[in-house]
């Protein structure tokens, strides 16, 4: 009989744990907590990962930018800037700075409107603190690799923006 009412109880405790584990989850999903993506800090793995997710129909443009907003070089004379879900909600709360996971993809354009290149910001979690921990990369249209990790070019540029977590684009506070 013990070990019947053992056994019971063990089995309703787990149940209740395995319960409150899915619940926390799916609350935590409903509330925009939920865990971003890891991707590797590698041009490739990033360079997969933006078309697995088909960032520029899933992801949203840079709140109160618009597609082919004008741009200057090094980037391009339009551009268009796609955030991921973590960026996103760090720029609409105003945090003042990206958490890790924040993925910021910004179409380089000519002044006729042709994609010259993808410039890519991925923060990630201890890569680099000397510069908020943002990984750098640069892809030509068809997805070959120009540049990526610590480049010295995007480094120097975006270190006049370190208050701003070294965005360029816009104020986040």
């Known amino acids: 009989m013990k070990k019947a009412t053992v056994g019971v109880v063990s089995l309703l405790c787990f149940s209740l744990a395995f319960f ?4 926390v989850l799916g609350t935590q999903a ?20 933006l078309k697995k997710e088909n960032y520029a ?6 709140p109160g930018k618009n ?11 339009l551009l268009t800037a796609y955030v991921n879900k973590v960026a996103y909600d760090a720029i609409k709360e105003k945090r003042g700075m990206f958490s890790d996971g924040s993925i910021i993809v910004k179409e380089n354009y000519t002044a006729d409107k042709k994609l010259a290149a993808l410039t890519v910001m991925y923060k990630v979690k201890g890569y680099n603190l000397m510069v908020g921990d943002w990984f750098w990369a640069k892809y030509l249209p068809d997805g070959k690799i120009a540049a990526e990790g610590r480049v010295d070019a995007c480094i120097q540029c975006h270190s006049m923006a370190k208050a701003n977590d070294y965005i360029m684009i816009a ?3």
């Open 67 to 77: 597609a082919l907003y004008p741009g200057k070089e090094p980037h391009g004379a």
């Open 20 to 23: 409150v584990f899915f619940f």
């Open 30 to 49: 409903k509330m925009g907590m939920e865990r971003p993506m890891v991707v590797k800090a590698d041009g490739k793995a990033l360079w997969d990962y």
């Open 57 to 62: 129909r899933n992801w949203n443009i840079w």
């Open 171 to 173: 104020p986040l506070k």
